[in-house]
T-cell receptor
Framework: GQNIDQPTEMTATEGAIVQINCTYQ??????LFWYQQHAGEAPTFLSY????GLEEKGRFSSFLSRSKGYSYLLLKELQMKDSASYLC????????????FGKGTMLLVSP | GAVVSQHPSWVICKSGTSVKIECRSL??????MFWYRQFPKQSLMLMAT?????????EQGVEKDKFLINHASLTLSTLTVTSAHPEDSSFYIC????FGEGQYEQYFGPGTRLTVT
């Protein structure tokens, strides 16, 4: 089975740095994704990790430790528009490579 | 990046009627598409995996006779909610993966909000 945990809500101020954690226990693993989802919209891709380590993409970075079943998404220089839900998703190792999503972390950025 | 479209973006229907939602990959061929459902303040739940030219694979607890999936071509999959009831009201999102060499990203459509009255 698949179990993905992430905090329900987080708050931060504009210009700050925030780290959103995700832990997972899955029967197979073929990569971990982070998506951003604004209310009423579809998720948009942020990052992908399949090997241990840090992937950096502009203001966003994502880290993976496969041995610990742990990932985090780091957002720097927060902007108001970053207020959204952040979804951690794990791809299994099957031929269809299905994604299992966590419940999402709602991030509220305040002035 | 690749684009996935959905139609309609929103629909309101009466209880007992059927609704069809289309999902298209616009600039790549998708042998596999995925259908998700998302209730308010909940995460995306995979309903089924749609395979071009063959039967869909449904997740446990999803009624295959109620949620009919057809993947007639490499760029089109449809989800038909039959005999819809108010509890089927939800946000339905499709996604597709380009299985080309080196591709790993899964692209999501904009979603369809279904309201059953």
């Amino acid at each position: 089975g698949q179990n993905i945990d992430q905090p329900t809500e987080m708050t931060a101020t504009e210009g700050a740095i925030v780290q959103i954690n995700c832990t997972y226990q899955t029967s197979g693993f073929n990569g971990l994704f982070w998506y951003q989802q604004h209310a009423g919209e579809a998720p948009t891709f942020l990052s992908y990790n399949v090997l241990d380590g840090l992937e950096e993409k502009g203001r966003f970075s994502s880290f993976l430790s496969r041995s610990k079943g742990y990932s985090y998404l780091l957002l720097k220089e927060l902007q108001m528009k970053d207020s959204a839900s952040y979804l951690c998703a794990v791809r299994d190792g099957t031929g269809y490579s299905t994604l299992t999503f966590g419940k999402g972390t709602m991030l509220l950025v305040s002035p | 990046g690749a684009v996935v479209s959905q139609h309609p973006s929103w629909v309101i229907c009466k209880s007992g009627t059927s609704v069809k939602i289309e999902c298209r990959s616009l600039d790549f061929q998708a042998t596999t598409m995925f259908w998700y459902r998302q209730f308010p303040k909940q995460s995306l739940m995979l309903m089924a995996t749609s395979n071009e030219g063959s039967k869909a694979t449904y997740e446990q607890g999803v009624e295959k006779d109620k949620f009919l999936i057809n993947h007639a071509s490499l760029t089109l999959s449809t989800l038909t909610v039959t005999s819809a009831h108010p509890e089927d009201s939800s946000f339905y999102i499709c996604s597709a993966r380009d299985f080309g060499e080196g591709q790993y990203e899964q692209y999501f459509g904009p979603g369809t909000r279904l309201t059953v009255t």
